[in-house]
């Protein structure tokens, strides 16, 4: 026996607060997380029998001092967004002295700025996870291994999804491919697994869901390909008609979603097949409607066809088009704002993810804008409704905010009108002929008879019953896709009510501080030598920082503990800058009172 036999994976905490959580929308269903960590899983697989795992998602579950202790090593992979969770994971490990092992995303980026990891593991570790095993046992682990070559991922073994918790998500996932064969400057992807995409066989997939299942699983499969489409002969040739073989066999059991790119819409056979196999949904990225920041950042893809044409033609095969936008190019104009909503709005788009350009580590963008002298700080990692850029923008900063802020308000409004425009729209839009019809079973009424005490008297309560009547009368064969819509509907909503109503907070603290700093200044312009007003200046001054503090504490404490976080940071930076001001000023008051104390 080896002296590492007990293995503890952590996946760290996703914040909650982001549009990818859909943390307000897993409440309707009863799931506490969106998704697995597949990274993990699929590097459980590799393990030798004789090692002991144990799987802790901190999204589903507690990371407990006695899963740290039973452990002899601990695997921890995380993506940016994850960089505070993972952080407090390590302090508690190293606290009992566990040797700390750290690969995926952000490690594999940022390893050289993550203190108290033993042993880094960089990109991906199919090929070198068995040589650091045999190097940990015999003592000579390396603090860095390297990132491989790409690795052969053709008949990997099934991840271990039987470590899950299986009844806690919303969906499963697995993975066909790794790899994007384009080069849009902003993305990490194909700088980390490549331009040719690599994929698994048709049988190495099949055999994943088999397990899935074996296991119990019923519903929503994530294909998580950053492009399924990478290698589109092989998907029509071999995937999608295995997988159509599979589903008819099952009697229909999954239905799929995935990210690939706007060509797909120009090639009917492909979206007929992947009807045809079961796949209702799809992640593209649009970024902008203008030709100009689509050619600065290498989005070429989207150049060489009719963005518009592409979206409703897939639509009209039976699937949702989800889609990522982007404002921050150089090339953004001052009109640009109105154009994103223009796009989201008359495409039908319900679930439309628009944030801010961020350069991220290893980027053609960032490698750009590093040598422009233009990066600011690193990126946090969330690409939706985060109201900075990690880098100087072309245009200036308060604008793209308050143009961010005009978009966020305009497509999840307050009375949600416009977003279920947008899903009657996209209802309209789909073709029933060989529709992919997803069955109703009990857990859906439930699910619809929670949408129905609740969403009723929500502030967009209206805009949900027109809807929810307007769906039961003229689209009652995909009723479901509807009550689908709405409760995802509550989850963006919400994330952005908060994030608006956050960031006018904010805006109320910088105006208080403000005000208070005019104060201070008007009262040491009346400032008089030996005067007793003096004094009752300072008295003043304490009073109003005592109250602006307690004012703006009330109001933050009124947010969602999930969205305090930079607003609490900003509330002690001013409190820290109004402590400031009162000791110069205390000093000046001082000042004037020194000759009659003599």
Same mark, same amino acid.
């Given at each position: 026996m080896g002296k590492y036999q007990n293995i503890?994976?952590?996946?760290?905490?996703? !914040?909650?607060?982001?549009?990818?959580?859909?943390?307000?929308?897993?409440?309707?269903?009863?799931?506490?997380?969106?998704?697995?960590?597949?990274?993990?899983?699929?590097?459980?697989?590799l393990f030798p029998d004789m090692y002991n795992l144990k799987l802790i998602d901190l999204n589903v579950a507690p990371l407990n001092d006695s899963d740290i202790q039973w452990a002899d090593a &601990?695997?921890?992979?995380?993506?940016? &967004?994850?960089? %505070?969770?993972?952080?407090? &994971?390590?302090?508690?490990?190293r606290w009992f002295g566990k040797i700390i092992v750290a690969g995926g995303p952000f490690p594999t980026s940022n390893h050289k700025d993550i203190d108290g990891v033993d042993h880094f593991l960089l990109g991906?570790?199919?090929? $070198?996870?068995? %040589?650091?095993?045999?190097? @940990?046992?015999?003592?000579?682990?390396?603090?860095? =291994? !390297?990132?491989?070559?790409?690795?052969?991922?053709?008949?990997?073994?099934?991840? #271990?999804?039987?470590?899950l918790d299986i009844d806690a998500y919303g969906s499963m996932a697995v993975q066909y491919s790794r790899g994007c064969p384009f080069h849009c400057e902003f993305c990490d992807i194909w700088t980390i697994y490549g331009n040719k995409p690599r994929l698994k066989s048709a049988d190495t997939l099949l055999r994943e869901l088999d397990t899935l299942y074996d296991l119990g699983w019923r519903g929503p499969v994530f294909l998580v390909d950053d492009n399924f489409i990478g290698n589109k002969k092989r998907v029509k040739t071999e995937l999608l008609p295995a997988l159509k073989a599979w589903q008819i066999e099952y009697d229909y059991p999954y239905h799929f979603f995935t990210e690939a790119s706007i060509n797909m819409g120009d090639d009917e056979a492909l979206l007929t097949a992947m009807r045809e196999a079961g796949f209702n949904q799809v992640f593209i990225g649009i970024e902008t409607p203008d030709p100009k920041g689509l050619e600065e950042t290498g989005k070429i893809q989207n150049l060489k066809t009719n963005m518009e044409h592409s979206i409703r033609?897939?639509? #009209?095969?039976?699937?949702?088009?989800?889609?990522?936008?982007?404002?921050?190019?150089?090339?953004?104009?001052?009109?640009?704002?109105?154009?994103?909503?223009?796009?989201?709005?008359?495409?039908?788009?319900?679930?439309?993810?628009?944030?801010?350009?961020?350069?991220?580590?290893?980027?053609?963008?960032?490698?750009?804008?590093?040598?422009?002298?233009? *990066?600011?700080?690193?990126?946090?990692?969330?690409?939706?409704?985060?109201?900075?850029? /990690?880098? $100087?923008?072309?245009?200036?900063?308060?604008?793209? +905010?308050?143009?961010?802020?005009?978009?966020?308000?305009?497509? =999840?409004?307050?009375?949600?009108?416009?977003?279920?425009?947008?899903?009657?729209?996209?209802? %309209?839009? *789909?073709?029933?002929?060989?529709?992919?019809?997803?069955?109703?079973? &009990?857990?859906?009424? +439930?699910?619809?008879?929670?949408?129905?005490?609740?969403?009723?008297?929500?502030?967009?309560?209206?805009?949900?019953?027109?809807?929810?009547?307007?769906?039961?009368?003229?689209?009652p064969n995909i009723f479901g896709e509807a009550?689908?819509?709405?409760?995802?509907?509550?989850?963006?909503?919400?994330?952005?009510?908060?994030?608006?109503k956050t960031e006018k907070i904010a805006l109320v603290l910088d105006e208080k501080y403000r005000n208070f700093c005019d104060l201070v200044n008007q009262y040491s312009e009346a400032m008089?030598?030996?005067?007793?007003?003096?004094?009752?200046?300072?008295?003043?001054?304490?009073?109003?920082?005592? +109250?602006?503090?307690?004012?703006?504490?009330?109001? *933050? /404490?009124?947010?969602?503990? %999930? =969205?305090?976080?930079?607003?609490?940071?900003?509330?002690?930076?001013?409190?820290?800058?109004?402590?400031?001001?009162?000791?110069?000023?205390?000093?000046?008051? @001082?000042?004037?009172?020194? !000759?009659?104390?003599?």
């Amino acid at each position: 026996m080896g002296k590492y036999q007990n293995i503890l994976l952590v996946y760290p905490k996703v !914040p909650s607060n982001t549009y990818w959580s859909f943390k307000c929308a897993l409440k309707f269903i009863r799931k506490k997380s969106a998704m697995p960590p597949l990274g993990l899983l699929t590097i459980a697989a590799l393990f030798p029998d004789m090692y002991n795992l144990k799987l802790i998602d901190l999204n589903v579950a507690p990371l407990n001092d006695s899963d740290i202790q039973w452990a002899d090593a &601990v695997f921890i992979s995380a993506m940016i &967004v994850q960089e %505070d969770s993972m952080k407090e &994971v390590i302090r508690r490990c190293r606290w009992f002295g566990k040797i700390i092992v750290a690969g995926g995303p952000f490690p594999t980026s940022n390893h050289k700025d993550i203190d108290g990891v033993d042993h880094f593991l960089l990109g991906e570790v199919d090929q $070198t996870l068995s %040589d650091f095993l045999q190097d @940990l046992e015999k003592g000579i682990a390396k603090p860095i =291994y !390297p990132k491989p070559c790409y690795p052969d991922i053709s008949n990997l073994p099934v991840p #271990r999804f039987d470590l899950l918790d299986i009844d806690a998500y919303g969906s499963m996932a697995v993975q066909y491919s790794r790899g994007c064969p384009f080069h849009c400057e902003f993305c990490d992807i194909w700088t980390i697994y490549g331009n040719k995409p690599r994929l698994k066989s048709a049988d190495t997939l099949l055999r994943e869901l088999d397990t899935l299942y074996d296991l119990g699983w019923r519903g929503p499969v994530f294909l998580v390909d950053d492009n399924f489409i990478g290698n589109k002969k092989r998907v029509k040739t071999e995937l999608l008609p295995a997988l159509k073989a599979w589903q008819i066999e099952y009697d229909y059991p999954y239905h799929f979603f995935t990210e690939a790119s706007i060509n797909m819409g120009d090639d009917e056979a492909l979206l007929t097949a992947m009807r045809e196999a079961g796949f209702n949904q799809v992640f593209i990225g649009i970024e902008t409607p203008d030709p100009k920041g689509l050619e600065e950042t290498g989005k070429i893809q989207n150049l060489k066809t009719n963005m518009e044409h592409s979206i409703r033609t897939i639509q #009209r095969h039976g699937m949702e088009v989800m889609a990522g936008f982007i404002i921050g190019f150089d090339s953004d104009k001052e009109d640009i704002f109105d154009r994103q909503i223009t796009f989201i709005q008359q495409n039908a788009i319900p679930k439309a993810m628009i944030g801010f350009l961020n350069a991220l580590p290893g980027t053609r963008l960032y490698h750009r804008l590093m040598t422009e002298g233009r *990066i600011l700080k690193a990126s946090l990692g969330n690409n939706t409704h985060c109201m900075t850029t /990690n880098f $100087t923008t072309i245009m200036d900063p308060n604008r793209l +905010k308050e143009g961010y802020k005009r978009i966020l308000a305009c497509i =999840y409004d307050f009375n949600l009108k416009n977003y279920f425009e947008r899903c009657s729209h996209f209802l %309209d839009n *789909i073709e029933y002929t060989g529709y992919f019809q997803r069955k109703i079973h &009990v857990n859906d009424l +439930k699910i619809f008879f929670r949408s129905l005490c609740w969403q009723p008297w929500t502030p967009y309560g209206f805009q949900y019953l027109k809807f929810v009547l307007r769906s039961m009368i003229k689209h009652p064969n995909i009723f479901g896709e509807a009550i689908s819509l709405c409760i995802s509907g509550h989850h963006f909503y919400t994330i952005t009510q908060h994030t608006l109503k956050t960031e006018k907070i904010a805006l109320v603290l910088d105006e208080k501080y403000r005000n208070f700093c005019d104060l201070v200044n008007q009262y040491s312009e009346a400032m008089m030598n030996n005067s007793k007003e003096n004094y009752q200046y300072m008295v003043k001054l304490l009073k109003k920082q005592v +109250k602006i503090l307690k004012q703006m504490q009330y109001s *933050i /404490n009124k947010i969602h503990a %999930d =969205y305090r976080y930079e607003l609490s940071q900003k509330y002690v930076e001013l409190s820290r800058k109004m402590r400031e001001k009162l000791t110069n000023f205390e000093a000046m008051v @001082l000042g004037t009172a020194a !000759p009659s104390q003599k």
